[in-house]
């Protein structure tokens, strides 16, 4: 059972327009969720995080929105730089921090 | 600084052997995760230490699969019987913070196929 779900396997956006990146969970007791980046034949790498008492939290050209009574989230990158292409997963966990659910990813392509 | 590695980088094995998979975290990180990402799927969690015991095996998907953690730093993840729906990239991660909480740094993976 897929708690994190990311519905967009693959997205295309020419370089300087903005990316939109969506995550949507299903477990309201999820209250911390992480975005990460990943490289072909790299592990991920962690791009921005945000706690449930927040609904924005910004990181230069990344931005990640939270709207916990739709239980979504995005990342959104300003201006998207070919850089940038790589595979976004999103990440839940609970307030034990015990365990984070991963989505299935994102394949963004920036097109130069 | 170093960042966490992961031995082998890959491992071809035939069905029915045992692989025994390493990781090296981030030193003086008091957490660390082992997940796998088979083809097409996302990051599957399977087990997470804190120090030495492990908290939550719950992931491990079936009892071929066991992991320990020894002074608080290597771990190794076992694999007795390989299946090929084990294939997968085995990623490793560890955490500074004790709870578990915030970023996780990932190693570089150890890409499983079984034969």
């Known amino acids: 059972d897929q708690q994190v779900k990311q519905n967009s396997p693959s997205l295309s956006v020419q370089e300087g327009r903005i990316s939109i990146l969506n995550c949507d969970y299903t477990n309201s007791m999820f209250d911390y969720f992480l975005w990460y980046k990943k490289y072909p034949a790299e592990g991920p790498t962690f791009l921005i995080s945000i706690s449930s008492i927040k609904d924005k939290n910004e990181d230069g050209r990344f931005t990640v929105f939270l709207n916990k009574s739709a239980k979504h989230l995005s990342l959104h990158i300003v201006p998207s730089q070919p850089g940038d292409s790589a595979v976004y997963f999103c990440a839940a966990s609970d307030n034990t921090g015990n365990q984070f659910y991963f989505g299935t990813g994102t394949s963004l392509t920036v097109i130069p | 600084g170093a960042g966490v590695s992961q031995s082998p980088s890959n491992k071809v094995t035939e069905k029915g052997k045992d692989v025994e998979l390493r990781c090296d975290p981030i030193?003086?990180?008091?957490?660390l995760y082992w997940y796998r990402q088979s083809l097409g799927q996302g990051l599957e969690f399977l087990i997470y230490?804190?120090?030495?015991?492990?908290?939550?095996k719950s992931g491990l998907p079936s009892d071929r699969f066991s992991a320990e953690r020894t002074g608080g730093s290597v771990s190794t993840l076992t694999i007795q019987r390989t299946q090929q729906e084990d294939s997968a990239v085995y990623l490793c991660a560890s955490s500074p913070l004790g709870q578990g909480m915030g970023e996780q740094f990932f190693g570089p993976g150890t890409r499983l196929t079984v034969l």
């Open positions: 030193s003086g990180h008091t957490a």
């Open positions: 230490f804190q120090g030495n015991s492990a908290p939550d």
